[in-house]
């Protein structure tokens, strides 16, 4: 593996690891019911996500105009892990949407 292809799956790597702090974060203040605060959360770690997006496809596109690209553990676990947060902001995303709706009904509740 050649040291640009290294850190390119580093970048894609500490990407997704600030999704996931962010994912995190909104999920935390979930928990609280503070879905204001959920919700800038989950914005930062879709920002993030599509930075290590982009940087991922560069090289899938490098690949598909024909350059040869190496095998890579390391790159490998870089899809893997931006994979795996990219499905953790979806949920939390989804957790934000039933949480709404759990407070649009309480609130109809006490009027």
């Given at each position: 593996?050649?040291?640009e292809h290294a850190?390119?799956?580093m970048?894609?790597?500490?990407?997704?690891?600030d999704?996931r702090?962010?994912?995190?974060?909104a999920?935390r203040?979930?928990?609280?019911?503070?879905i204001?605060?959920a919700?800038?959360?989950?914005?930062g770690?879709?920002?993030?996500l599509v930075?290590?997006?982009n940087?991922?496809?560069?090289t899938?596109q490098?690949?598909?105009?024909g350059?040869?690209?190496?095998y890579?553990?390391?790159?490998?676990h870089?899809?893997?892990?931006?994979m795996?947060?990219?499905?953790?902001a979806?949920?939390?995303?989804?957790?934000?949407d039933?949480c709404?709706?759990?407070?649009?009904r309480?609130?109809?509740?006490?009027k």
């Amino acid at each position: 593996m050649n040291m640009e292809h290294a850190q390119v799956a580093m970048q894609i790597i500490l990407h997704a690891g600030d999704a996931r702090t962010e994912t995190m974060n909104a999920l935390r203040a979930l928990k609280e019911f503070d879905i204001e605060n959920a919700k800038e959360h989950l914005a930062g770690a879709k920002e993030y996500l599509v930075k290590a997006h982009n940087v991922q496809t560069s090289t899938l596109q490098e690949e598909a105009e024909g350059k040869e690209i190496e095998y890579s553990i390391l790159f490998s676990h870089a899809q893997d892990t931006c994979m795996t947060v990219y499905s953790e902001a979806n949920i939390a995303e989804q957790l934000i949407d039933i949480c709404e709706k759990i407070d649009e009904r309480f609130r109809a509740l006490e009027k």
